[in-house]
């Protein structure tokens, strides 16, 4: 049974920091390409960040997040610093087989942890 369990999201204050984690099982972690993800109400999904052979951000979170992975914990975080308001959202973890081109039949899903930066 595959599952990918993220934690740590909460409410911040605007400058604050955050760190997420997702934790996976079900599958051999070391061979897929890890994400997080974010969305917020009223937008689309969005890619935040990614970690495979090498790192990946979002220019908006470029300088602020760092996106990491522990292949012995099969464990995937996201260190989010200088938070902004507009960093408001669900955040969800993805693990993908493909490691160039998404790999549809192999594409799994958290359920998210919600984020909140509020003063």
């Known amino acids: 049974q595959v599952q990918l369990v993220e934690s740590g999201g909460g409410l911040v204050q605007p400058g604050g920091s955050l760190r997420l984690s997702c934790a996976a099982s079900?599958?051999?972690?070391?061979?897929?390409?890890m994400s997080w993800y974010r969305q917020a109400p009223g937008k689309e999904r969005e890619l935040v960040a990614s970690?495979?052979?090498?790192?990946n951000y979002a220019d908006s979170v470029k300088g602020r997040f760092t996106i990491s992975r522990d292949n012995a914990k099969n464990t995937v975080y996201l260190q989010m610093n200088s938070l902004k308001p507009e960093d408001t959202a669900v955040y969800t973890c993805?693990?993908?087989?493909?490691?160039?081109?998404?790999?549809?039949?192999?594409?799994?899903w958290g359920q998210g942890t919600q984020v909140t930066v509020s003063s």
């Open positions: 079900g599958f051999t972690f070391s061979r897929y390409y």
């Open positions: 993805n693990a993908n087989r493909g490691w160039y081109v998404p790999n549809k039949a192999y594409d799994y």
């Open positions: 970690v495979g052979g090498s790192t």
